[in-house]
């Protein structure tokens, strides 16, 4: 059965303690190679003998160490990680990778070997280049950070070369970014959904009336948590009567623009009194509320230095945080538990806590 998977890592079992083949062989005075054949079936023993390990091993819950099994069996399992890099938020990869490489270094010695491949942004057709190259190959698994997402599209060139690898019998998971329309294995990550509702329930607590300003950015290839954390403001902030949502500008890689733009709508505008960055530039927006010393609550998605700087400078209020490094973790964690047990997610995904950062519990997470 598979183990539930919790942000924090695996969720500690909270039955009693597992009982080792020791014990119950000095429990019930038969020696530890008569269990082992016995829970094995193999070799020769008595009906009676036969009995009363079972009755024993059922009646202290024994079970078997499958990673203890895999050490002296020799096992090992093949795991390529794909993934991409974004100059806007460097530090969204660094962090899924401290995950990943903590959960190799627990793993390796029991059989599991991680091979990474990361491409940049601007460059999905490296990634979808990589992951047909995997046909044929001896791979098990495959953690993936979807570079061509497409919204809108029927199916991408991820998706069909995901699809193929199933087909094959490899375990696909994605990370941070789903193909729900793939037949992906399961899904890590948060909800963004749900991390945009968070963001307009803040905003809506937060300010007691005025405009909201929507700043909405990102190249095709970064859409989907953007689109899907959209749908999750409009959804809550529909609920704050007492707040205008002005009309959404679009950003598209031009910082000064950004600036511009939003230095025209705080200049002329004394009724703005909310911001949710959907842009990965927090930094600008940060840089122009403090230029005049605004009142507007800023609420964004990104965490980094350069954004806690700016949070204790109280240009920008709170962020929506995602735990990256958990996302990594347990990606690994879920396929090696696949692996060697059989087992997999019931619902799919694994999501990850959504947090709110402010000034006061900053140094927790940066």
Known sequence: MFTRLHSSGIIPCMAKKRVTLEEISEKIDISRTTLYKVINNKGRVSERTRRKVLEAVEEYGYKPNRAAQ????????????????????????????????????????????????????????????????????????????????????????????????????????????????????????????????LAAEMLGKMCSRGDILLPIGGNENEYYDLYHRLKGFNRKIAQFNHLRILPSYHYYNHPEDLYSYLDTKLSENPYISGLFDLTYELDVISAVISKHSHSAKVIGFDLCESIKQRMLEHSVDAIVFQDMFSQGYLTIKSIYTALSQGGVPEAGEVLTKLEVVFEENLDFYI
């Open 70 to 197: 895999n050490l002296a069996l020799n096992r090992e399992f093949f795991v390529e990680f794909i993934g991409f890099e974004s100059p806007r938020s460097p530090h969204f990869l660094k962090n899924i990778m401290r995950g990943i490489d903590t959960a190799e270094h627990e793993l390796h010695d029991f059989g599991l070997n991680i091979k990474t491949h990361i491409f940049p942004l601007d460059d999905p057709n490296s990634q979808i280049k990589k992951l047909k190259s995997l046909s044929g190959k001896n791979v098990d698994a495959v953690a993936l950070i979807p570079n061509d997402i497409g919204i809108g599209r029927n199916i991408t060139a991820v998706q069909q070369e995901v699809d193929r690898l199933r087909e094959d019998g490899v375990i696909v998971v994605t990370v941070n970014r789903d193909l729900p329309d793939s037949k992906r294995s399961w899904y890590v990550g948060c909800d963004y959904e749900k991390s945009g509702a």
